[in-house]
């Protein structure tokens, strides 16, 4: 039996454990990618290729990301609910995969509550410079034809829609922050990866992923990846991050009906 052990495992057992933690970082990052923004940045690409190719002029489509997936409200409600929840499955598998023995995962990524006020403001401080730009170019890109109709919110609501928002707006701010900051600079880094290198192509990521919205929000995205990758460098927190985007998506989540009142030639989808 030790015979067909030795004949059977020599393979790993040479490698250089730091050859085999490279190719399993390497792995992993495919997977969790895989399993989560990769995906959705494979899809959009497709979609904005498709969206190209159509003869409807791309200011005359529209993208929905809160839409109703049920007449029936309470169907709608648990459609909704159950998405929200198993989307944050992803976050959750990489938390477990930064787990190490004394080691904690919230604390590596600094996504805790040691320094909450510090938090807060500078999330602010962060919407205040991502906010404004980004609805400047969001409404330029609608003006000049190159980005569609985002419809992010229902216009008919029931008691439950504003929460269910709110709710969406902190799943995509822990999947994004989390995933596309915390855990993959983490990893990266591992690999020996320069700070500017993981940025870019973190904040790549970041706008391939949007491109279904159009040619003017990957731009915008990929200028927000930037800004946070830095910030993230800087801070070694994702915690002012999450709270940005959380606030940030529920501006527009929750604040469209209002948006859409003050600018409609530029915000209404075409009928």
């Known amino acids: 039996m030790a015979g067909w052990q030795d004949r059977a495992m020599p393979q790993a057992s040479l490698l250089p454990s730091s050859r085999l933690d490279r190719s399993r970082n390497y792995w ?28 409807t002029p791309l ?22 609910f159950l998405g929200i929840a198993f989307g944050l499955g992803a976050v959750a598998l990489v938390m ?3 787990w190490r023995p004394g080691q904690n995962p919230f604390t590596r990524l600094g ?3 040691t320094r909450p006020g510090k938090d807060v403001l500078g999330g602010f401080g962060l919407l205040l410079v991502i906010g404004i730009p980004g609805l400047a170019l969001y409404l330029a890109g609608r003006a ?40 993959l600079f983490t ?60 606030l940030l998506d529920i501006l527009s989540f929750v604040g469209y009906p209002l948006a859409l009142a003050w600018w409609p030639g530029l915000l209404a989808p075409a009928s």
């Open 28 to 55: 992993e990052i495919g997977i969790v990618l895989a399993l989560s923004l990769g995906a959705s940045a494979v899809y959009s690409i497709v979609s904005i290729v498709a969206r190209l190719s159509d003869t």
């Open 59 to 80: 200011a005359d489509q529209s993208a929905t990301l809160n839409g109703s997936q049920s007449p029936r409200e309470w169907l709608d409600f648990t459609y909704q």
């Open 96 to 98: 477990f995969l930064l």
């Open 111 to 113: 996504f805790d509550l």
């Open 144 to 183: 000049f034809g190159f980005t569609v109709a985002v419809v992010p919110s229902p216009l008919d609501t029931f008691w439950w829609t504003i929460p269910i928002l709110v709710f969406a707006a902190l799943k995509a701010a822990l999947v994004e922050e989390i995933i596309v900051v915390g855990y």
């Open 187 to 246: 990893r990266l880094r591992e690999l020996g990866w320069s700070p500017w290198i993981i940025i870019l192509s973190s904040a790549t990521l970041r706008g391939s992923y949007h491109l279904y919205q159009g040619v003017g929000p990957f731009f915008g995205n990929v200028a927000m990846g930037v800004v946070f990758g830095w910030c993230y460098t800087r801070w070694g927190r994702t915690m002012p991050l999450v709270v940005t985007h959380w």
